[in-house]
């Protein structure tokens, strides 16, 4: 890079060189008094090599021993307290995450448990379920069963019934017609036709 | 009209004996190191772990130069950070209040330059035989370099070695010196235009002064380009003392 720089100050030099041609001719004619390029005048070296070297001292002890470890110091500190703030960032990371793991743990068992209980419960239920049905099956299986019997009985009287009322109209019928009035050979008439009918 | 060459005027401000006056020159170190101070110590004033405008600009110049330390003169080179610091401050505070109006650049000086330089080259030479006894002159013959051409190659880097401070000094003084002289140069142009040839003179007269616009801008990146290449050739001496190449 400086080479580059070098290159773009020749301007600079150009002008320094005419000065320096121009000057100096004078200048140490005249012993560096007056008129000449005052930068080679001798007699100011003195006074600027002293002042330049004290001055210099003052500005290197006050550089070292006051405003630089003030500033080093300050640099220091922020880059301790990032350093630190980083550490506690990183610590209380792993805190939640192991949090987070513990929570995913209890959630998981709550779910677990959730289910059992759920199961369990549904479980119960169809049980009690099954066992209400089962008993009303048996209840309605014994109520058709009773009424069926009234039926059958009530058919068997039904029918008997109507025997009586056929012998007796039979026998009417042929005492009225024939004058037979024998009651035995009705009923086994009419109980062959019930036979045939049935 | 003041001359281009009269800005570099060195004038005693207190007679003291020995020659050595209290001049312009110095007055202008002074500041420079009074400027210097403060604005290091200004931005640290209650400093905080967030900082404000000014401690900003103290800790930016910190780590720009503990920056360049650290990667142009190694680790090892830490503890002369401050040492090369006050170098790189006290020279660019010298080039940047030399663009003030009326002020005095004491580093368009060769011989403040050259004192400067002096005592970089005296310093890291002391450094180098101190860190490594006589094994130091080393340093003037590369490793790997056939011995039979050493007595080509050694004079070579005597000369290169011996030359550091010359190079080093007159660099900065003559950019310094150079810069300013074209400013005052363009400066005076228009005024000379104005003397000679009345209003006609005045209306060309603008021209230099927009170079001259020109001009200021580059002059101050030169003041700081400059302190920034001499701190970095401290820079890399240092490291050529403690590394030896």
């Known amino acids: 890079m400086t080479e580059h720089l070098k290159a773009f100050f020749r301007p600079h030099f ?76 990183q610590q209380l990371r792993a805190e939640t995450e192991a949090l987070v ?13 959730a289910g059992q209980v759920i199961s369990g419960v549904n479980h119960e239920l169809s049980a009690a379920t099954n066992h209400r049905l089962d008993e009303v099956g048996k209840a309605l299986a014994k109520k058709i069963e009773t009424a069926e019997k009234r039926i059958a009985k009530a058919q068997a009287e039904a029918m008997g019934e109507v025997r009586n009322v056929a012998v007796d109209v039979a026998a009417t019928v042929l005492d009225k ?17 019930m036979g045939e009918r049935a | 009209m003041a001359g281009p060459i009269e800005q570099f005027e060195i004038v005693p401000l207190v007679k003291l004996p020995l020659g050595l006056d209290y001049t312009n020159s110095a007055l202008w170190m002074t ?47 830490t503890p002369y ?27 368009s000086h060769i011989i403040v330059t050259f004192t400067l330089a002096a005592m970089v080259f005296i310093f890291v030479t002391l450094l180098g035989i101190y860190k490594h006894g006589l094994h130091f002159f080393s340093l003037f013959l590369p490793e790997g370099a056939p011995l039979a051409l050493a007595p080509i190659i050694v004079p070579i880097e005597i000369i290169s070695y011996l030359s550091r401070p010359v190079s080093l000094s007159i660099r900065l003084f003559a950019n310094m010196m150079a810069g300013h002289t074209m ?19 005045y209306t060309v007269g603008i021209l230099p002064i927009i170079i001259n616009v020109g001009l200021v801008g580059f002059e101050f990146l030169v003041a700081f380009l400059q302190a920034y290449v001499f701190t970095i050739l401290t820079c890399l001496y240092i490291r050529d003392a403690l590394e030896l190449h």
Do not use: C
């Open chain 1, 14 to 89: 150009a002008v320094l060189m005419v000065a320096l041609l121009a000057l100096p001719g004078q200048a140490f004619a005249e012993g560096g008094e007056e008129g000449g390029l005052p930068q080679l005048n001798t007699h100011t070296y003195g006074t600027q090599i002293f002042w330049g070297l004290v001055l210099f001292v003052v500005l290197y002890l006050l550089m070292s021993r006051v405003a630089l470890p003030r500033v080093g110091e300050v640099l220091e500190e922020r880059s301790k307290r990032i350093t630190g703030d980083l550490e506690r960032a």
């Open chain 2, 183 to 201: 400013m005052k140069v363009f400066a005076g142009f228009s005024v000379s235009l104005g003397a000679a040839l009345g209003v006609a003179g």
């Open chain 2, 31 to 77: 500041l420079a190191v009074v400027g210097s101070f403060a604005v290091m110590l200004l931005g640290m004033r209650g400093a905080k772990t967030v900082p404000g405008r000014f401690q900003s600009v103290s800790e930016l110049l910190y780590e720009f130069i503990a920056g360049m330390v650290r990667d142009h003169a190694g680790h090892k080179a």
């Open chain 2, 81 to 107: 950070f401050p040492f090369v610091f006050s170098v790189f401050i006290f020279v660019l505070f010298g080039n940047a209040l030399g663009m003030i109006p009326w002020a005095f650049t004491f580093t």
């Open chain 1, 101 to 113: 793991v513990y929570y995913e743990e209890g959630l998981a068992k709550a779910r677990a448990h």
């Open chain 1, 177 to 193: 017609l024939v004058g037979i009035s024998d009651r035995e050979q009705v009923t086994s008439a009419v109980d062959r036709v």
